[in-house]
C-alpha cells in the first residue's frame, strides 16, 4: 500500500470512529430479519434499510457483504444528522458524504424531477426506466426480478414493514434502488436515488399507480465504484461500528 492509499485508509478510518448511528424505531424492534448471508457468485437481492439492493451473478459473498455493510452504515449514520423525510436533501449530502469517506468514488448527486409521461405513474416502472439508462440488461434484469420477489410478499411481512417504515413517512418519500456487479474483484454500483412528495399514501408505494398530479418525484442515477484498497483496510471497523444492526436492517429477497 504506498504513502496516499494508507492515508486515505487512515483518514476513513477516523472518520468511521466519529460516526454516529440511528438507532432502530420502536416498530422495528420485533421484525424478525436474517441479515446478510451472501454466497459467492449467487444472483441476489435484498432490502437494506430503506434501499433496495440487487446482484447480478457474479459477485463475491465478500463484495455483496461490502456493499449492503457501507450503504447502511451511509444510511444510518445520514439519519442520525438529519430527518430522513423532512431534511431529505441534507440527509442525501450526508449520505454521499459517508459513502465517499469510506471508500465509494461518486459524483454529487443531480437530483431531477421525473415526468410522468401519462396520467399516473407507476413507481416500479419509472424505477427501472431510469435506472435503464445506466444499467447493463443483466443490472435490469435483476432488479426486476428483486421488485417482483418483494411484490409478491405479504404486507405483513418483516421486509415490507421495514422497507415501507424507513422509506417513507407522511406524503414524503426517500429511498435508494441499486444494482451491483463485479469485474476482476472490483465492485461497481448503479445507484438510483430517489424522494418524493405526494397527497396520494400506500403503503405498497414501489406497486401503487399515483396520480400523476399528485406526486413529484425526483430522482438521480450514478455508476460509482468501491475502492478497496480505502474500504478493505476498514472493513471489520465498519462492522463493528454497525455492531448488530445489518440483523435489524437487511434481509434478503427470492428471486
Sequence with gaps: MNVNVNANAN??????????????????????LSGASPQDGKKSGYVDDGSVV???AGVSAQNQSDVLNSTLLAQLAASKKYDRFK???NWYKFYLDVLSNIGWVAQAFKFEQFTASGATLKMDKAILKILAAIASKNQIAVVTATLKGLEELAGSDGRIVLLDTQSQNAGNGNFQI????ESGGKIAMSLGTFYFNTKQQNTRFLWFSFNSSKIRLFQDAEDITLNDEVYGPNRKKII??????AKKYIDEIEI
Aim: aromatic share 6%; net charge negative; no cysteine.
Design 87 to 89: 431534511d431529505t436533501e
Design 178 to 181: 441499486s444494482s451491483v456487479a
Design 54 to 56: 440487487s446482484f447480478v
Design 11 to 32: 483518514a476513513a478510518a477516523a472518520f468511521i470512529d466519529q460516526l454516529e448511528l440511528a438507532e432502530p424505531l420502536p416498530e422495528l424492534q420485533a421484525l424478525k
Design 240 to 245: 463493528d461500528k454497525l455492531g448488530d444492526n
